[in-house]
């Protein structure tokens, strides 16, 4: 596939940010016991820390669709296409269940096997592959009729208990349940919301044919007409995200309620924001720095082989900080989903050395995806497909 140097410089921008929500996940020091997103005890700076990751999966997943829709066209073949696609499904919800939960938890006998965003990716291609031949329009449309229209579930009086509600639930939104004593499966983003943002991305590749200057306009256009229906809905406070904006203990505290969307699964509002901001990105990159762009296209070139390489960089440095505090291997945790961490031991880092470690993690990682973005260009291998 032809790159088009937009694409992968917003996905590399996505996925230097990433990297930030990760080590904070994995070894911020209050990671375990309070969330970043709660009123009552988070700080400006640690809402911004976590809220500005929001960015990362939409619009991983967004141009997911946009590079399938691509790739599709330049092949000019339905039925390679479509068997790629399924096959690259398939592949990266197998990876998601073995390779990269385990990388996550490190938990070798998969206690809790969580259906995360690469599998998200997944079931969307397999879904894609399957309706390649509907016009791009069509499934952009649907998609964006997902996006809008999920947050009516909730509104629908099913039977509590029954069956079609058992069945949707986890499509539509975060579960977890039980598939033995030990293990508890953990659906963590919900396929149709997700969906719905993978369809409209390859509606909009057709957008990437146009030349620059029109392109560039019209994604600005996306963009703020994106974030002013936000703030509409934001303000109205009725519709668009299952958790509503109320006045806090100060104008801040108020702003941040105001802005604190529902990722899990991806609300109207989650969706309208963060797409937005990645609509207007993909306008600016005419207009940036070359070499800021280029570095972030390094690793736009690469997202799964980052993907996976860094949550292994991430949580070998969690397994240091522990053993420098003190923590013997008898008292890891791998199968409480605290990624090893012992839950009644303070760990962590403070917020500082957060913004360091991630910093430093994204700097090791640059040389490995130079490297292997340069393989992937001068290789033809088949599997090189599906990294």
């Not at 939409?58 to 068997?83: C, D, E, H, M, W």
């Not at 009729?145 to 949707?168: D, R, V, W």
């Not at 989903?337 to 360091?356: E, K, Q, V």
Request: aromatic share 16%.
């Amino acid at each position: 596939m032809n790159r088009i140097k937009a694409i992968d410089f917003v996905r590399g921008l996505a996925m230097v940010i990433m990297a930030l929500d990760h080590v904070r996940d994995l070894i911020h020091v209050d990671s375990l016991s309070q969330s970043p997103i709660d009123m009552n005890t988070t700080t400006p700076i640690l809402f911004f820390t976590r809220w500005i990751t929001h960015l990362c999966a939409p619009t991983f997943v967004f141009l997911a669709g946009t590079s399938a829709y691509i790739s599709f066209r330049q092949q000019g073949n339905i039925a390679a296409s479509r068997k790629l696609l399924i096959t690259r499904g398939l592949w990266l919800i197998l990876l998601e269940f073995t390779v990269i939960n385990f990388a996550i938890f490190g938990d070798v006998n998969f206690h809790a096997p969580a259906f995360l965003v690469i599998a998200a990716i997944g079931f969307g291609f397999i879904i894609l592959g399957v309706l390649l031949k509907v016009p791009a329009k069509i499934l952009g449309i649907a998609g964006l009729a997902i996006i809008f229209l999920h947050n009516l579930l909730p509104l629908i009086p099913f039977a509590e208990g029954s069956t079609l509600k058992t069945i949707l639930s986890p499509l539509f939104g975060p579960t977890a349940f039980p598939i033995t004593k030990e293990i508890t499966f953990i659906m963590g983003y919900p396929p149709i919301p997700w969906l719905g943002v993978m369809l409209a991305g390859f509606g909009a590749g057709q957008l990437f044919s146009q030349p620059q200057p029109a392109r560039d306009g019209m994604f600005l256009k996306i963009g703020f007409s994106a974030l002013a229906i936000f703030l509409v809905l934001r303000f109205i406070n009725v519709y668009g995200d299952p958790v509503i904006w109320s006045t806090q203990k100060s104008s801040v505290f108020s702003f941040l309620s105001f802005m604190n969307v529902t990722k899990y699964g991806p609300s109207l509002l989650f969706c309208l924001v963060t797409l937005g901001i990645m609509f207007l990105l993909l306008a600016s990159y005419d207009h940036l720095s070359k070499r800021l762009t280029n570095f972030f296209i390094v690793y736009g070139k690469v997202p799964l082989f980052y993907f996976i390489v860094h949550f292994y960089l991430i949580h070998f440095i969690l397994i240091v900080v522990l053993k420098l505090q003190g923590i013997e291997w008898s008292q890891f945790e791998v199968a409480t989903g605290t990624f090893g961490r012992p839950r009644n031991i303070s760990t962590g880092l403070n917020l500082a050395l957060i913004y360091l470690v991630w910093i430093g993690v994204v700097l090791i990682m640059y040389k490995p995806c130079e490297w292997f973005g340069r393989y992937k260009k001068e290789h033809k291998y088949w599997w090189l497909k599906y990294l």
